[in-house]
C-alpha cells in the first residue's frame, strides 16, 4: 500500500508567527506530532511519502503514485483540508481522515467525500482502518470509546520531518487534563483522567532527536503537563541527569495550569530541567466569569501572585485570556490589558470565545437554544472569529472590546517593554539552559535582520531597541537569546493585529476603530442567523 500523508495548511493566526518565520528562514514552529506518530502505527510494509504542506508542498507524481490519501486536522486548518479531501475524490483517490476536527465534527468530512474517518485516538482506531484495508473494504467510520494507554504509544517518525524548516520539535508526554472547564474540549477528546508516558519512553524519543542532530527548543505539547504530578515529577527526575549526560542539548517549553505556582517543587524540577516557559490559560482576570465557566482552579490564589512566583522560579510566561463569556461585565477586555501590563506577559493570546462541539458550554447553549444554525454553527478556531452563539451582552460590545484590546497590547512600544520587563522579572534560578535556543544560522539571520528591522529601519522603536538591548545584555545577559526571539516575534504580531481588525471588521460590516458603533437596537449582519435561532 502507498500511503501519501498530508498535513493541511494553517491560514495566518496568532500561533503562526508568519513575519518572524520570514526573517528567521523558517516555515513552521513546530512539526505536526498527531501524524507522524500515525505513519508509526501504519504496518512496515506500507510505502508512505509525507508532506506538512506549511513547510513544503506534495507534486502530481504522488498524488499519482499513491493509493491512498491520509489527512489530519485541526479546525483552524478546514479550508485546506476539504480542499485536499475533494481532490483525493476527483482525482479517484481513497482519502482517511483524522485528528481533532474529524472526531468533532465527522460529518463534514463526509460531506467533502472522505472514505475512512480514523476517529479519536489512533493507537486504538488505525488498527482498524488497517484491517479494514485489508479486508477490502473502500469506506468506514473506526471510533473507540476506551482511551489508550499511552505507554504503548510507538516513537513518532521524526525521520520523515524536514527539521531545518521549524523553530521547535515536539514531543507529548501526557494527553488528557484533571479539569473540568465548561468551554475546553480537551476533556471531551482526551477524558479527565491524565494519561501519561514512561520516562523512558520519552527519554527514547529525545534520545532519537538527539541522535537526528536537532539542538535548540522542544515543545511538549501536552495540553496541561502537570495534569498528573506524580507522574509528571518522575519524568522530570529521569530528565534532569539526561540532560546533564547530554549538555543540554534542547530547552523545553510547555502548557500547564496556574495552580503550577502552589508547587515549589515541581516548578525547580522544570527549571533544573531545562524549561524556559510556560503558557498558562489564564482567560480572564475577573473571577465571577472564572467560576461561571466552572475554571475553578484559577480562582484559589490571586492571578497576579501566582504568575510573579512563576517568573521567580525562572520562567518566562505565555498566556491566554477570553472575550465572551456568559455574564461578563462591560470593561472585560480593559481589565484583560491591566492584568497583561501589571503581570508584563509579553505575548497574550486575546481571543473571542467559541463554543466547541461536544463540550459542556456547547450542550448547555443547545439546550437554551442559543447556538447559531448554518455557517455559523460551527467554530473557525481562529482567535478572531465572533462567536457562534447568542452572549448575554451585545456582539459589538464584546467585538470592539478585542479589537482595541489587541490593538493596544500590540502597539510596539507597549510590545518591546513587556518583552523587557518579563526577561529582567525573571528568577535568579534562570542560567544557560534555560534560553530559547536557536541553530547557529538561523540565530545569527534572525539578529541582522531583527537589527535592520527594529534598530535602525524604525526611527520610533530605534532608542528603545537599543537602550532595553543594552540593559538586558548588561544585567541578564542569560536572558538574551530570549529576548531577542521576542522582540523579533513583534514582527509578526504588528502585523496580525491588522489582520485581526479587518478580520472582524469584515464580520461586523464596519470597522470597529474608526466609525461609530449601530445603534442598540440594530442588527449587525453576524448576528441575523444566531437572532433568528433565539426567536424561533
Not at 511538549?220 to 522530570?236: A, C, E, M, Q, S
Not at 510573579?308 to 522560579?313: L, M
Not at 518579563?422 to 528568577?427: F, T
Not at 502585523?495 to 437596537?521: F, H, M, V, W
Request: with cysteine.
Amino acid at each position: 500500500m502507498k500511503a501519501l500523508l498530508l498535513y493541511p495548511q494553517f491560514p495566518q493566526s496568532f500561533w503562526s508567527y508568519d513575519r518572524f518565520m520570514e526573517i528567521a528562514g523558517l516555515k513552521a514552529v513546530i512539526p505536526p506530532l498527531g501524524i507522524i506518530t500515525v505513519a508509526a502505527l501504519l504496518p512496515q510494509n506500507w510505502e508512505i511519502r509525507f508532506y506538512d504542506r506549511n513547510v513544503s508542498l506534495e507534486t502530481d507524481a504522488d498524488w499519482d503514485w499513491c493509493d491512498v490519501v491520509i489527512l489530519s486536522a485541526m479546525m483552524v486548518q478546514k479550508p485546506d483540508f476539504h480542499a485536499l479531501i475533494q481532490k483525493a475524490v476527483k482525482l479517484g483517490k481513497k482519502v482517511a481522515v483524522g485528528g481533532p476536527y474529524p472526531t468533532s465534527v465527522p460529518q463534514d468530512s463526509l460531506n467533502s467525500g472522505a472514505n475512512y474517518l480514523i476517529l479519536d485516538e489512533g493507537e486504538l482506531t488505525v488498527p482498524q482502518f488497517i484491517e479494514a484495508i485489508n479486508r477490502g473494504e473502500t469506506q468506514g467510520i473506526f471510533r473507540s470509546m476506551e482511551k489508550p494507554d499511552v505507554t504503548l504509544s510507538p516513537i513518532p517518525r521524526f525521520d520523515l520531518l524536514q527539521q531545518d524548516a521549524y523553530l521547535m520539535m515536539a514531543v507529548q508526554f501526557s494527553r488528557g487534563c484533571p479539569f473540568n472547564c465548561e468551554f475546553c474540549d480537551i476533556i471531551s477528546l482526551y477524558g479527565r483522567k491524565p494519561r501519561t508516558k514512561e520516562p523512558s519512553q520519552i527519554l527514547a524519543e529525545l534520545q532519537v532527536l538527539y541522535d537526528s542532530g536537532w539542538r535548540g527548543s522542544l515543545f511538549i505539547v501536552d495540553d496541561n503537563f502537570i495534569g498528573n504530578k506524580r507522574n509528571v515529577k518522575r519524568f522530570l527526575k529521569a530528565l534532569i541527569p539526561w540532560m546533564q549526560q547530554h549538555h543540554y542539548p534542547f530547552t523545553f517549553i510547555t502548557e500547564a495550569s496556574v495552580n503550577l505556582a502552589e508547587d515549589d517543587e515541581l516548578l525547580h524540577l522544570m527549571t533544573e530541567a531545562g524549561f524556559y516557559a510556560v503558557f498558562l490559560g489564564i482567560e480572564t482576570p475577573d473571577s465571577e466569569s472564572l467560576q461561571g465557566a466552572r475554571k475553578l482552579q484559577n480562582t484559589r490564589h490571586p492571578l497576579v501572585e501566582s504568575c510573579r512566583h512563576i517568573n521567580e522560579a525562572g520562567l518566562l510566561i505565555y498566556a491566554g485570556f477570553i472575550l465572551g463569556f456568559d455574564g461578563e461585565q462591560t470593561g472585560a477586555g480593559e481589565r484583560i490589558q491591566a492584568f497583561v501590563e501589571e503581570t508584563s506577559i509579553p505575548q497574550p493570546m486575546l481571543g473571542i470565545l467559541q463554543a466547541l462541539p461536544n463540550t459542556a458550554l456547547w450542550n448547555r447553549l443547545k439546550q437554551e437554544q442559543r447556538l447559531g444554525e448554518g455557517d455559523n454553527i460551527h467554530p473557525t478556531g481562529d482567535q478572531n472569529t465572533l462567536m457562534n452563539f447568542i452572549p448575554t451582552r451585545p456582539i459589538a460590545e464584546i467585538a470592539k472590546e478585542y479589537v482595541e484590546g489587541f490593538w493596544t497590547l500590540y502597539e510596539p512600544s507597549r510590545y518591546l517593554s513587556r518583552c523587557f520587563r518579563q526577561c529582567l522579572d525573571l528568577g535568579s534560578r534562570l542560567d544557560h539552559k534555560q534560553t530559547m535556543q536557536f541553530p547557529i544560522g538561523k540565530g545569527l539571520r534572525l539578529v541582522t535582520q531583527l537589527i535592520w528591522h527594529q534598530g535602525i529601519r524604525r526611527p520610533h522603536l530605534r532608542q528603545q531597541f537599543w537602550g532595553q538591548l543594552w540593559t538586558v545584555w548588561r544585567k541578564k545577559p542569560q536572558v538574551l537569546n530570549l529576548y531577542l526571539g521576542l522582540c523579533a516575534a513583534g514582527e509578526h504580531f504588528w502585523e496580525y493585529r491588522t489582520l485581526a481588525r479587518e478580520r472582524i471588521s469584515q464580520q461586523l460590516g464596519y470597522d470597529i476603530l474608526s466609525e461609530p458603533q449601530p445603534e442598540k437596537d440594530s442588527i449587525l449582519p453576524v448576528e441575523r442567523e444566531l437572532v433568528a435561532t433565539e426567536t424561533r
